[in-house]
Protein backbone atom coordinates (compact mmCIF):
# COMPACT_ATOMS: atom_id res chain seq x y z
CA UNK A 1 0.00 0.00 0.00
CA UNK A 2 1.70 3.39 -0.79
CA UNK A 3 1.28 6.66 0.89
CA UNK A 4 -1.27 8.50 -0.79
CA UNK A 5 -3.38 5.34 -0.47
CA UNK A 6 -3.34 4.90 3.66
CA UNK A 7 -5.63 6.18 5.62
CA UNK A 8 -4.35 8.95 7.78
CA UNK A 9 -4.02 8.41 11.80
CA UNK A 10 -2.94 10.12 14.63
CA UNK A 11 -0.96 7.57 16.95
CA UNK A 12 -1.15 9.83 21.04
CA UNK A 13 2.20 8.28 22.86
CA UNK A 14 1.64 8.65 26.18
CA UNK A 15 4.60 9.94 28.59
CA UNK A 16 5.94 8.61 30.96
CA UNK A 17 5.49 5.20 29.42
CA UNK A 18 7.39 1.59 29.60
CA UNK A 19 10.43 0.82 32.19
CA UNK A 20 10.25 2.51 35.57
CA UNK A 21 13.29 2.69 38.04
CA UNK A 22 12.95 -0.45 39.75
CA UNK A 23 12.43 -2.75 36.42
CA UNK A 24 15.31 -0.98 35.20
CA UNK A 25 17.35 -1.42 38.31
CA UNK A 26 15.97 -5.16 38.24
CA UNK A 27 17.10 -5.75 34.77
CA UNK A 28 20.54 -4.42 34.87
CA UNK A 29 21.33 -6.32 38.21
CA UNK A 30 20.42 -9.62 36.26
CA UNK A 31 23.30 -8.49 33.24
CA UNK A 32 25.57 -7.50 35.76
CA UNK A 33 25.52 -10.44 37.67
CA UNK A 34 26.11 -12.11 34.12
CA UNK A 35 28.77 -10.32 33.03
CA UNK A 36 30.76 -10.50 36.98
CA UNK A 37 30.26 -14.00 37.73
CA UNK A 38 29.00 -15.38 34.54
CA UNK A 39 26.14 -17.59 33.64
CA UNK A 40 24.25 -19.29 35.09
CA UNK A 41 22.97 -16.78 37.00
CA UNK A 42 19.64 -17.99 38.35
CA UNK A 43 16.41 -16.30 38.92
CA UNK A 44 13.52 -17.22 41.40
CA UNK A 45 10.43 -15.99 39.04
CA UNK A 46 10.33 -13.66 36.62
CA UNK A 47 12.80 -10.72 37.22
CA UNK A 48 9.78 -8.47 36.23
CA UNK A 49 6.36 -9.25 34.03
CA UNK A 50 7.57 -9.67 30.72
CA UNK A 51 8.29 -11.91 28.36
CA UNK A 52 10.71 -10.28 26.39
CA UNK A 53 12.61 -8.99 28.77
CA UNK A 54 12.91 -12.76 30.12
CA UNK A 55 13.50 -14.45 26.86
CA UNK A 56 16.35 -11.58 26.36
CA UNK A 57 18.18 -12.92 29.68
CA UNK A 58 17.62 -16.29 29.13
CA UNK A 59 19.53 -15.54 26.24
CA UNK A 60 22.43 -14.35 27.78
CA UNK A 61 22.49 -17.43 30.39
CA UNK A 62 19.83 -16.89 33.01
CA UNK A 63 17.77 -19.87 34.39
CA UNK A 64 14.38 -18.64 35.60
CA UNK A 65 12.72 -20.64 38.36
CA UNK A 66 9.62 -20.56 40.66
CA UNK A 67 11.66 -21.95 44.12
CA UNK A 68 14.60 -22.11 45.44
CA UNK A 69 15.07 -25.62 45.50
CA UNK A 70 15.27 -25.78 41.72
CA UNK A 71 18.48 -23.81 42.19
CA UNK A 72 21.84 -26.10 42.70
CA UNK A 73 24.41 -25.91 45.35
CA UNK A 74 27.29 -22.94 45.12
CA UNK A 75 25.16 -21.44 42.83
CA UNK A 76 23.98 -17.68 42.62
CA UNK A 77 20.32 -16.45 42.66
CA UNK A 78 18.31 -13.30 41.82
CA UNK A 79 15.01 -11.91 43.66
CA UNK A 80 12.16 -10.92 41.21
CA UNK A 81 11.88 -6.90 41.53
CA UNK A 82 8.16 -7.84 43.08
CA UNK A 83 9.86 -8.97 46.30
CA UNK A 84 9.67 -12.11 48.54
CA UNK A 85 8.50 -13.42 51.66
CA UNK A 86 11.24 -13.45 54.68
CA UNK A 87 11.48 -17.27 54.71
CA UNK A 88 13.05 -16.84 51.19
CA UNK A 89 16.67 -14.98 51.73
CA UNK A 90 16.43 -17.11 55.06
CA UNK A 91 16.32 -20.27 53.04
CA UNK A 92 19.11 -18.78 50.56
CA UNK A 93 20.95 -17.75 53.46
CA UNK A 94 20.25 -21.63 55.30
CA UNK A 95 21.91 -23.55 52.03
CA UNK A 96 24.27 -20.94 51.52
CA UNK A 97 23.70 -19.79 48.42
CA UNK A 98 24.82 -16.32 46.86
CA UNK A 99 21.88 -14.16 46.57
CA UNK A 100 21.32 -10.37 45.43
CA UNK A 101 17.61 -8.90 46.03
CA UNK A 102 16.08 -7.14 43.22
CA UNK A 103 13.50 -5.97 45.20
CA UNK A 104 11.94 -2.45 44.11
CA UNK A 105 13.68 0.00 46.61
CA UNK A 106 9.49 1.23 46.62
CA UNK A 107 8.10 -2.33 47.63
CA UNK A 108 11.22 -2.34 50.42
CA UNK A 109 9.92 0.38 51.75
CA UNK A 110 6.10 -1.13 51.84
CA UNK A 111 7.75 -3.77 53.90
CA UNK A 112 9.29 -1.88 56.72
CA UNK A 113 6.30 -0.03 57.32
CA UNK A 114 4.18 -2.93 57.60
CA UNK A 115 7.48 -4.61 60.08
CA UNK A 116 6.76 -1.06 61.62
CA UNK A 117 3.66 -1.26 62.05
CA UNK A 118 3.77 -4.56 63.34
CA UNK A 119 6.19 -4.17 65.92
CA UNK A 120 3.62 -1.31 67.27
CA UNK A 121 0.67 -3.65 67.81
CA UNK A 122 -0.84 -2.45 64.89
CA UNK A 123 -3.23 -5.21 62.90
CA UNK A 124 -2.53 -4.69 59.18
CA UNK A 125 -4.95 -4.74 56.36
CA UNK A 126 -3.15 -4.43 52.88
CA UNK A 127 -4.96 -3.92 49.71
CA UNK A 128 -3.82 -5.93 47.07
CA UNK A 129 -4.35 -8.48 44.37
CA UNK A 130 -4.76 -12.59 45.92
CA UNK A 131 -1.77 -14.15 44.34
CA UNK A 132 0.22 -11.46 43.00
CA UNK A 133 3.92 -11.90 43.50
CA UNK A 134 4.35 -8.39 45.72
CA UNK A 135 1.69 -9.05 47.92
CA UNK A 136 2.63 -12.75 48.84
CA UNK A 137 6.40 -11.13 49.72
CA UNK A 138 4.69 -8.29 51.35
CA UNK A 139 2.53 -10.28 53.46
CA UNK A 140 5.37 -13.13 53.97
CA UNK A 141 7.26 -10.21 55.62
CA UNK A 142 5.10 -10.94 59.05
CA UNK A 143 3.87 -13.56 61.18
CA UNK A 144 0.55 -15.70 59.30
CA UNK A 145 -2.24 -13.64 60.23
CA UNK A 146 -0.81 -10.44 60.80
CA UNK A 147 -2.24 -9.18 57.72
CA UNK A 148 -5.47 -9.28 56.05
CA UNK A 149 -5.98 -8.77 52.33
CA UNK A 150 -8.06 -6.28 51.10
CA UNK A 151 -9.28 -6.84 47.38
CA UNK A 152 -12.62 -4.81 46.93
CA UNK A 153 -14.87 -2.24 48.50
CA UNK A 154 -16.98 -5.17 49.53
CA UNK A 155 -14.29 -6.53 51.66
CA UNK A 156 -14.20 -3.37 53.83
CA UNK A 157 -17.82 -4.36 55.04
CA UNK A 158 -16.60 -8.22 55.98
CA UNK A 159 -13.75 -6.96 58.21
CA UNK A 160 -14.35 -8.14 61.53
CA UNK A 161 -10.85 -7.08 63.11
CA UNK A 162 -10.31 -7.71 67.07
CA UNK A 163 -9.06 -4.37 67.97
CA UNK A 164 -11.27 -1.43 65.37
CA UNK A 165 -8.78 0.94 67.28
CA UNK A 166 -5.55 -0.82 65.92
CA UNK A 167 -5.40 -0.99 62.43
CA UNK A 168 -3.07 0.65 59.72
CA UNK A 169 -3.30 -0.23 55.64
CA UNK A 170 -0.68 -0.55 53.54
CA UNK A 171 -1.03 -0.91 49.53
CA UNK A 172 0.66 -3.22 46.61
CA UNK A 173 2.59 -0.27 44.55
CA UNK A 174 0.71 -0.91 41.03
CA UNK A 175 -3.08 -0.42 41.81
CA UNK A 176 -5.36 1.56 40.39
CA UNK A 177 -5.02 5.19 42.27
CA UNK A 178 -8.68 5.66 41.47
CA UNK A 179 -9.71 1.88 42.90
CA UNK A 180 -7.27 1.87 45.77
CA UNK A 181 -9.51 5.64 46.75
CA UNK A 182 -12.75 4.06 46.74
CA UNK A 183 -11.30 1.17 48.92
CA UNK A 184 -9.45 3.78 51.52
CA UNK A 185 -12.46 5.94 51.98
CA UNK A 186 -14.48 2.77 53.08
CA UNK A 187 -11.76 1.79 55.62
CA UNK A 188 -11.85 5.40 56.91
CA UNK A 189 -15.51 5.45 57.21
CA UNK A 190 -16.01 2.10 58.96
CA UNK A 191 -12.51 2.32 61.03
CA UNK A 192 -12.13 6.21 61.56
CA UNK A 193 -9.45 5.58 63.43
CA UNK A 194 -7.15 3.24 60.70
CA UNK A 195 -3.82 4.65 60.36
CA UNK A 196 -2.77 5.48 56.63
CA UNK A 197 1.17 5.35 55.53
CA UNK A 198 3.34 8.11 55.77
CA UNK A 199 3.46 8.55 52.52
CA UNK A 200 1.36 7.01 49.42
CA UNK A 201 2.29 3.19 48.84
CA UNK A 202 1.19 3.20 44.98
CA UNK A 203 4.30 3.98 43.46
CA UNK A 204 5.30 7.46 41.18
CA UNK A 205 5.64 5.60 38.01
CA UNK A 206 2.27 3.61 38.40
CA UNK A 207 0.78 7.06 39.27
CA UNK A 208 2.32 8.61 36.37
CA UNK A 209 1.54 6.07 33.77
CA UNK A 210 -2.14 6.12 34.97
CA UNK A 211 -2.05 10.22 34.83
CA UNK A 212 -0.68 9.89 31.15
CA UNK A 213 -3.57 6.98 29.76
CA UNK A 214 -6.06 9.81 31.56
CA UNK A 215 -4.65 12.77 29.69
CA UNK A 216 -4.87 10.55 26.04
CA UNK A 217 -8.00 8.88 26.54
CA UNK A 218 -10.61 11.07 25.67
CA UNK A 219 -9.60 11.47 22.13
CA UNK A 220 -8.51 8.12 21.37
CA UNK A 221 -10.66 5.51 19.08
CA UNK A 222 -9.01 2.85 20.85
CA UNK A 223 -5.95 2.70 23.76
CA UNK A 224 -3.14 -0.17 23.25
CA UNK A 225 -1.51 -0.94 26.24
CA UNK A 226 1.39 -2.74 25.56
CA UNK A 227 2.13 -5.26 28.86
CA UNK A 228 1.52 -9.13 29.86
CA UNK A 229 -1.67 -10.52 31.55
CA UNK A 230 0.05 -10.78 34.72
CA UNK A 231 1.15 -7.34 34.49
CA UNK A 232 -0.90 -5.65 37.53
CA UNK A 233 0.05 -1.83 35.99
CA UNK A 234 -0.32 -2.90 32.90
CA UNK A 235 -4.36 -4.37 33.61
CA UNK A 236 -4.60 -1.19 35.57
CA UNK A 237 -3.68 0.93 32.74
CA UNK A 238 -6.67 -0.66 30.40
CA UNK A 239 -9.45 -0.33 33.38
CA UNK A 240 -8.04 3.53 34.06
CA UNK A 241 -8.35 4.47 29.80
CA UNK A 242 -11.36 2.68 29.26
CA UNK A 243 -12.76 4.50 32.12
CA UNK A 244 -11.37 7.67 31.18
CA UNK A 245 -13.07 7.65 27.91
CA UNK A 246 -11.28 5.44 25.51
CA UNK A 247 -13.67 4.34 23.05
CA UNK A 248 -11.94 0.75 23.42
CA UNK A 249 -9.28 -0.56 25.36
CA UNK A 250 -6.90 -2.95 24.75
CA UNK A 251 -3.94 -4.88 26.21
CA UNK A 252 -1.44 -6.55 24.32
CA UNK A 253 2.07 -8.34 24.79
CA UNK A 254 3.39 -7.14 21.43
CA UNK A 255 2.27 -6.30 17.79
CA UNK A 256 1.69 -9.60 17.09
CA UNK A 257 -0.93 -9.95 19.37
CA UNK A 258 -3.14 -7.02 17.81
CA UNK A 259 -6.33 -8.01 15.50
CA UNK A 260 -5.84 -4.91 13.06
CA UNK A 261 -9.59 -5.26 13.22
CA UNK A 262 -10.08 -3.89 16.09
CA UNK A 263 -8.20 -0.79 14.70
CA UNK A 264 -10.17 -0.59 11.50
CA UNK A 265 -11.81 2.79 10.81
CA UNK A 266 -9.84 4.84 13.55
CA UNK A 267 -8.36 8.17 13.51
CA UNK A 268 -7.35 8.43 16.61
CA UNK A 269 -4.94 5.41 18.13
CA UNK A 270 -3.48 5.84 21.99
CA UNK A 271 -0.29 4.04 22.58
CA UNK A 272 1.45 3.49 25.98
CA UNK A 273 3.44 0.72 27.74
CA UNK A 274 3.27 -0.77 31.57
CA UNK A 275 6.34 -0.33 33.74
CA UNK A 276 8.03 -4.11 32.74
CA UNK A 277 7.77 -3.21 28.87
CA UNK A 278 10.82 -2.61 26.87
CA UNK A 279 10.34 0.77 24.50
CA UNK A 280 11.23 -1.72 21.38
CA UNK A 281 7.58 -3.12 21.62
CA UNK A 282 6.51 0.58 21.67
CA UNK A 283 8.73 1.40 18.45
CA UNK A 284 7.07 -2.15 16.94
CA UNK A 285 3.99 -1.42 17.39
CA UNK A 286 4.17 2.01 15.61
CA UNK A 287 6.09 0.64 12.88
CA UNK A 288 3.18 -1.82 12.29
CA UNK A 289 0.61 1.04 11.98
CA UNK A 290 3.19 2.97 10.12
CA UNK A 291 2.98 -0.30 7.55
CA UNK A 292 -0.90 0.53 7.55
CA UNK A 293 -1.47 4.11 7.75
CA UNK A 294 -0.41 7.76 7.27
CA UNK A 295 0.79 7.88 10.97
CA UNK A 296 1.32 10.93 12.52
CA UNK A 297 2.76 10.43 16.62
CA UNK A 298 1.94 12.73 19.17
CA UNK A 299 4.34 12.64 21.69
CA UNK A 300 1.32 13.45 25.15
CA UNK A 301 3.81 14.26 28.45
CA UNK A 302 1.89 14.88 31.97
CA UNK A 303 5.50 14.73 34.01
CA UNK A 304 9.09 13.57 33.46
CA UNK A 305 10.66 10.88 35.74
CA UNK A 306 14.30 11.07 36.51
CA UNK A 307 14.11 9.02 39.28
CA UNK A 308 17.01 6.02 39.60
CA UNK A 309 18.03 3.53 42.38
CA UNK A 310 21.71 2.49 43.60
CA UNK A 311 22.51 -0.91 42.94
CA UNK A 312 23.60 -3.73 45.38
CA UNK A 313 26.54 -3.50 46.89
CA UNK A 314 27.55 -6.34 45.66
CA UNK A 315 27.95 -4.96 42.41
CA UNK A 316 28.52 -1.64 42.34
CA UNK A 317 31.84 -1.95 44.27
Known amino acids: MDGSSKPPLTILLAAPRGFCAGVDRAIQIVELALERFGPPIYVRHEIVHNRTVVESLEAKGAVFV??????????????????????????????????????CPLVSKVHVE????????????????????????????????????????????????????????????????DDTASIVTALQQRFPEVRAPHKEDICYATTNRQQAVKA???????????????????????????????????????????????????????????????????EALIDGFRARFAVTVELVTVTEEHIQFKLPRALSA
Not at 144 to 158: K, N, P
Request: some cysteine.
Open 66 to 103: EELDEVPADARVVFSAHGVPKVVPAEAARRGLFYLDAT
Open 114 to 177: AERLHEQGMHLLMIGHAGHPEVVGTMGQLPEGAITLVETVDDVARLTPADPGRLAFITQTTLSV
Open 216 to 282: IAPRCDALIVIGAPNSSNSVRLVEVGARAGAQKALRIQHVGELDWNQVAGAKVVGITAGASAPESLV
